[in-house]
Protein backbone atom coordinates (compact mmCIF):
# COMPACT_ATOMS: atom_id res chain seq x y z
CA UNK A 1 0.00 0.00 0.00
CA UNK A 2 2.92 2.27 0.52
CA UNK A 3 3.22 2.77 -3.32
CA UNK A 4 -0.83 2.88 -3.61
CA UNK A 5 -1.49 5.86 -0.76
CA UNK A 6 0.55 8.50 -3.04
CA UNK A 7 -1.55 8.17 -6.00
CA UNK A 8 -4.69 7.94 -3.64
CA UNK A 9 -4.00 11.02 -1.92
CA UNK A 10 -3.27 12.74 -5.74
CA UNK A 11 -6.83 11.91 -6.24
CA UNK A 12 -6.74 8.73 -8.45
CA UNK A 13 -9.54 6.44 -7.52
CA UNK A 14 -9.37 3.93 -9.98
CA UNK A 15 -7.60 -0.02 -8.89
CA UNK A 16 -7.34 -3.19 -10.24
CA UNK A 17 -7.05 -6.31 -8.49
CA UNK A 18 -5.95 -10.27 -9.64
CA UNK A 19 -7.57 -12.10 -6.55
CA UNK A 20 -9.72 -11.60 -3.97
CA UNK A 21 -7.92 -12.14 -0.96
CA UNK A 22 -5.38 -9.54 -1.75
CA UNK A 23 -8.16 -7.62 -2.19
CA UNK A 24 -9.63 -8.16 1.15
CA UNK A 25 -6.58 -7.14 2.92
CA UNK A 26 -5.59 -4.17 1.09
CA UNK A 27 -8.63 -2.33 0.40
CA UNK A 28 -11.23 -3.00 3.24
CA UNK A 29 -9.59 0.04 5.60
CA UNK A 30 -8.47 1.93 2.62
CA UNK A 31 -12.09 1.98 0.86
CA UNK A 32 -13.82 2.73 4.39
CA UNK A 33 -11.79 5.82 4.52
CA UNK A 34 -11.74 6.95 0.33
CA UNK A 35 -15.57 5.91 0.12
CA UNK A 36 -14.87 7.49 -3.56
CA UNK A 37 -12.25 4.35 -4.65
CA UNK A 38 -13.46 2.07 -7.31
CA UNK A 39 -12.23 -1.26 -7.31
CA UNK A 40 -11.84 -3.30 -9.94
CA UNK A 41 -11.24 -7.66 -10.24
CA UNK A 42 -9.71 -7.89 -13.19
CA UNK A 43 -8.66 -11.53 -12.51
CA UNK A 44 -10.29 -14.48 -12.77
CA UNK A 45 -13.64 -14.79 -10.58
CA UNK A 46 -14.91 -18.50 -9.75
CA UNK A 47 -18.19 -18.83 -9.09
CA UNK A 48 -17.61 -19.70 -5.31
CA UNK A 49 -15.94 -16.09 -5.16
CA UNK A 50 -18.82 -14.11 -6.08
CA UNK A 51 -20.32 -13.21 -3.32
CA UNK A 52 -17.41 -11.98 -1.57
CA UNK A 53 -15.94 -9.89 -4.78
CA UNK A 54 -19.38 -8.10 -4.90
CA UNK A 55 -18.62 -6.72 -1.33
CA UNK A 56 -15.53 -5.68 -1.81
CA UNK A 57 -15.61 -5.18 -6.01
CA UNK A 58 -17.47 -2.00 -8.15
CA UNK A 59 -16.11 -3.32 -11.48
CA UNK A 60 -15.48 -7.09 -12.37
CA UNK A 61 -13.54 -7.35 -15.63
CA UNK A 62 -14.13 -10.91 -16.29
CA UNK A 63 -17.34 -12.36 -17.09
CA UNK A 64 -16.64 -15.00 -19.07
CA UNK A 65 -19.78 -17.79 -18.58
CA UNK A 66 -23.32 -17.64 -17.78
CA UNK A 67 -23.18 -19.66 -14.92
CA UNK A 68 -20.56 -16.60 -13.50
CA UNK A 69 -23.31 -14.13 -15.11
CA UNK A 70 -26.28 -15.65 -13.12
CA UNK A 71 -24.40 -15.67 -9.66
CA UNK A 72 -23.52 -11.95 -9.67
CA UNK A 73 -26.86 -10.86 -10.55
CA UNK A 74 -28.02 -13.79 -7.84
CA UNK A 75 -25.40 -11.94 -5.01
CA UNK A 76 -26.34 -8.50 -6.48
CA UNK A 77 -29.42 -8.79 -5.49
CA UNK A 78 -28.60 -10.24 -2.07
CA UNK A 79 -26.11 -7.48 -1.30
CA UNK A 80 -28.27 -4.87 -2.98
CA UNK A 81 -25.45 -3.68 -4.70
CA UNK A 82 -25.16 -3.24 -8.72
CA UNK A 83 -21.56 -4.04 -10.16
CA UNK A 84 -20.21 -2.46 -13.43
CA UNK A 85 -18.83 -5.27 -15.84
CA UNK A 86 -17.05 -6.12 -18.89
CA UNK A 87 -17.76 -9.30 -20.80
CA UNK A 88 -14.47 -11.16 -21.10
CA UNK A 89 -13.61 -12.25 -24.86
CA UNK A 90 -11.17 -15.45 -25.67
CA UNK A 91 -10.31 -13.10 -28.84
CA UNK A 92 -8.22 -15.49 -30.48
CA UNK A 93 -9.89 -18.29 -29.48
CA UNK A 94 -7.49 -20.13 -27.68
CA UNK A 95 -7.93 -22.89 -25.69
CA UNK A 96 -6.30 -22.62 -22.63
CA UNK A 97 -7.66 -18.81 -22.26
CA UNK A 98 -11.04 -18.13 -20.61
CA UNK A 99 -13.91 -16.35 -22.17
CA UNK A 100 -16.71 -16.22 -24.95
CA UNK A 101 -16.10 -17.19 -28.47
CA UNK A 102 -16.48 -13.61 -30.67
CA UNK A 103 -19.34 -15.48 -32.59
CA UNK A 104 -21.17 -16.11 -29.37
CA UNK A 105 -20.84 -12.52 -27.75
CA UNK A 106 -23.72 -11.07 -28.95
CA UNK A 107 -26.13 -13.79 -28.11
CA UNK A 108 -24.40 -13.42 -24.08
CA UNK A 109 -24.27 -9.72 -24.17
CA UNK A 110 -28.12 -10.31 -24.74
CA UNK A 111 -29.32 -12.76 -22.34
CA UNK A 112 -26.75 -10.53 -19.64
CA UNK A 113 -28.52 -7.45 -20.28
CA UNK A 114 -32.33 -8.72 -21.53
CA UNK A 115 -32.43 -11.65 -19.25
CA UNK A 116 -30.60 -10.97 -16.27
CA UNK A 117 -30.51 -6.89 -16.14
CA UNK A 118 -26.41 -7.49 -15.85
CA UNK A 119 -25.17 -3.78 -16.14
CA UNK A 120 -22.50 -4.47 -19.18
CA UNK A 121 -20.47 -1.77 -19.91
CA UNK A 122 -18.06 -3.28 -22.03
CA UNK A 123 -15.92 -6.03 -23.73
CA UNK A 124 -12.19 -7.10 -22.07
CA UNK A 125 -10.11 -9.46 -23.48
CA UNK A 126 -6.40 -10.94 -23.01
CA UNK A 127 -4.77 -10.71 -26.59
CA UNK A 128 -2.66 -14.28 -27.81
CA UNK A 129 1.18 -13.65 -26.37
CA UNK A 130 3.68 -13.01 -28.76
CA UNK A 131 1.77 -11.19 -31.64
CA UNK A 132 0.66 -8.02 -32.53
CA UNK A 133 -1.97 -7.11 -30.13
CA UNK A 134 -3.53 -4.38 -32.36
CA UNK A 135 -5.75 -6.65 -34.40
CA UNK A 136 -7.09 -8.26 -31.67
CA UNK A 137 -8.14 -4.74 -29.86
CA UNK A 138 -9.41 -3.55 -33.34
CA UNK A 139 -12.01 -6.43 -33.31
CA UNK A 140 -12.57 -5.98 -30.09
CA UNK A 141 -13.38 -2.52 -30.47
CA UNK A 142 -16.09 -3.72 -33.26
CA UNK A 143 -17.17 -6.33 -31.48
CA UNK A 144 -17.76 -3.68 -28.74
CA UNK A 145 -19.82 -1.87 -31.24
CA UNK A 146 -21.70 -4.14 -32.58
CA UNK A 147 -23.24 -4.84 -29.14
CA UNK A 148 -23.59 -1.34 -28.57
CA UNK A 149 -21.15 -1.02 -25.53
CA UNK A 150 -19.00 1.80 -24.14
CA UNK A 151 -16.01 0.50 -23.17
CA UNK A 152 -12.97 -1.21 -23.86
CA UNK A 153 -11.21 -2.99 -21.22
CA UNK A 154 -8.06 -3.88 -23.07
CA UNK A 155 -4.29 -2.84 -22.76
CA UNK A 156 -1.71 -3.60 -19.95
CA UNK A 157 1.61 -2.65 -19.43
CA UNK A 158 3.61 -4.27 -22.31
CA UNK A 159 1.04 -3.21 -25.37
CA UNK A 160 -1.32 -0.02 -23.46
CA UNK A 161 0.17 2.22 -25.77
CA UNK A 162 -1.85 -0.04 -29.40
CA UNK A 163 -4.63 -0.43 -26.97
CA UNK A 164 -5.33 3.33 -26.65
CA UNK A 165 -4.67 3.61 -30.17
CA UNK A 166 -7.57 1.00 -30.22
CA UNK A 167 -9.95 2.59 -28.32
CA UNK A 168 -9.66 1.28 -24.80
CA UNK A 169 -10.91 3.21 -21.98
CA UNK A 170 -9.87 1.07 -19.30
CA UNK A 171 -6.09 -0.02 -19.09
CA UNK A 172 -4.73 -2.49 -16.93
CA UNK A 173 -1.06 -1.11 -16.44
CA UNK A 174 -0.15 -1.78 -12.39
CA UNK A 175 3.35 -2.97 -13.04
CA UNK A 176 3.59 -0.27 -15.54
CA UNK A 177 3.26 2.32 -12.44
CA UNK A 178 4.25 0.56 -9.51
CA UNK A 179 6.45 -2.29 -10.65
CA UNK A 180 6.28 -5.74 -10.91
CA UNK A 181 4.92 -7.73 -8.06
CA UNK A 182 6.45 -9.64 -5.74
CA UNK A 183 5.75 -13.11 -5.83
CA UNK A 184 7.82 -14.17 -2.48
Excluded at 27 to 43: P, T, Y
Aim: aromatic letters at 8%; glycine letters at 6%.
Amino acid sequence: MDKILPLIESGHIHFGENKIQEAELKWKVVKQRHSNIKLHMVGKLQTNKVKTALKIFDYIHSVDNYKLAEKIVKYEKELNKKVKTFVQVNIGEESQKNGISPINVNQFVNYCRDSLSLNIIGLMCLPPINENPEKYFLSLNQLNNEVDLCHLSIGMSNDYQVATKCGSTFLRIGSKILGERNTS
